[in-house]
């Protein structure tokens, strides 16, 4: 089994930033992608950002493009996911995920995180 643990959400301005971090523990498997998604009040859940195992592939959804940036350290078996220009639209519950495999797909993660609650006032 993989555990998942993520932390750094909470209240903040519009236009404002925060960098949520995802720890993993348990059995390894590689290779593998981290990913990120959210789920709004009412909403279904959607992805938001993927990374492959070496850091070399990455994948947005159009609405963070250029706003969100995810990334991981390795050795610290951590993913981050960082969040600049903060929108309300982007209040939601986040979550990662992780599953095995070489790119980054949007679904078919066996893996996921309790989730960690962002909220953007306006």
């Known amino acids: 089994q993989v555990q998942l643990v993520e932390s750094g959400g909470g209240l903040v301005q519009a236009g404002g930033s925060l960098r949520l971090s995802c720890a993993a523990s348990g059995r390894t498997f590689s290779p593998y992608v981290m990913g990120w998604f959210r789920q709004a009040p009412g909403k279904e859940r959607e992805f938001v950002a993927a990374?492959?195992?070496?850091?070399?592939?990455?994948d947005y959804i159009d609405s963070v493009k250029g706003r969100f940036t995810i990334s991981k350290d390795s050795a610290k078996h951590t993913a981050y996911l960082q969040m600049n220009s903060l929108k309300p639209e982007d209040t939601a519950v986040y979550y990662c995920?992780?599953?095995?495999?070489?790119?980054?797909?949007?679904?078919?993660?066996?893996?996921w995180g309790q989730g960690t609650q962002v909220t953007v006032s306006s």
């Open positions: 990374i492959n195992w070496n850091g070399r592939i990455r």
């Open positions: 995920a992780t599953r095995y495999g070489g790119a980054v797909p949007r679904v078919g993660y066996d893996y």
